[in-house]
């Protein structure tokens, strides 16, 4: 397996612009995890599914935040519009179906900025 | 709120001594516990799992879990300066779902 596949690797984009990443988990993994991260704040969970299902999005900092997962090889993560405060390092990861012996599998990430 | 406190450091060690790197978490229920590595510019990648109290080796990395104290370490020993990196320490939530990472700990170790 390629394990997880994040495109773009990276993305320059202007305030208030639409942008999308994207994100292919291991196949056979059915948890999904969004993370940003920054200097300041570190990992930080944004949202994760479950069998394609969102389980907890509590994470999603503002409406402005969306994601999907409309089947199991597929994710997008979503802002709209862009700030500059979202520019971080964003990863995707995915974990096995064993929950209790299993580790999460992050991507490259995609680093983003917005000027 | 659930979660993994780590000092962020810097930890500096010598080329060749002892890293200890520490975390505690909150959620009582959880069972299983990972160090992560990362690299500047790099994504996290695991070097170590534990899910038992006790001690356990792999290779020059020992992982330590005390589930009373809450209390999870990692030990590098002969530490090299490749080992210069951020340690994430991370725990499974009681659900299973969702793994909650620390801030992570910068090590530098000096050749």
């Known amino acids: 397996d390629a394990g997880v596949i994040q495109s773009p690797r990276h993305e320059v984009t202007e305030m208030g612009q639409e942008v999308t990443l994207r994100c292919k988990p291991i196949s056979g993994h059915n948890s999904l995890f969004w993370y940003r991260q920054t200097m300041m704040r570190g990992l930080e969970l944004l949202i994760y599914f479950n069998n394609n299902v969102p389980i907890d999005d509590s994470g999603m900092p503002e409406d402005r935040f969306s994601a999907k997962m409309p089947n199991a090889s597929f994710s997008t993560l979503k802002i709209q519009p862009s700030e500059p405060r979202d520019s971080a390092v964003y990863f995707c990861a995915s974990q096995g179906p064993l929950a209790s012996d299993t580790e999460a599998f992050f991507g490259q990430g995609t680093r983003l900025t917005v000027v | 709120q659930k979660e993994v406190e780590q000092n962020s450091g810097p930890l500096s060690v010598p080329e060749g001594a002892i890293a200890s790197l520490n975390c505690t978490y909150s959620d009582r229920g959880s069972q299983s516990f990972f160090w992560y590595r990362q690299y500047s510019g790099k994504s996290p990648e695991l070097i170590m799992s534990i899910y038992s109290n006790g001690d356990k080796e792999d290779g020059r990395f020992t992982a330590q879990l005390n589930k009373a104290s809450q209390y999870v370490s990692l030990l590098i020993r002969d530490s090299q300066p490749s080992d210069s990196a951020t340690y994430l320490c991370?725990?499974?939530?009681?659900?299973?779902?969702?793994?909650?990472f620390g801030a992570g700990t910068r090590l530098f170790v000096k050749a």
């Open positions: 991370a725990a499974l939530d009681t659900g299973g779902f969702k793994t909650i």
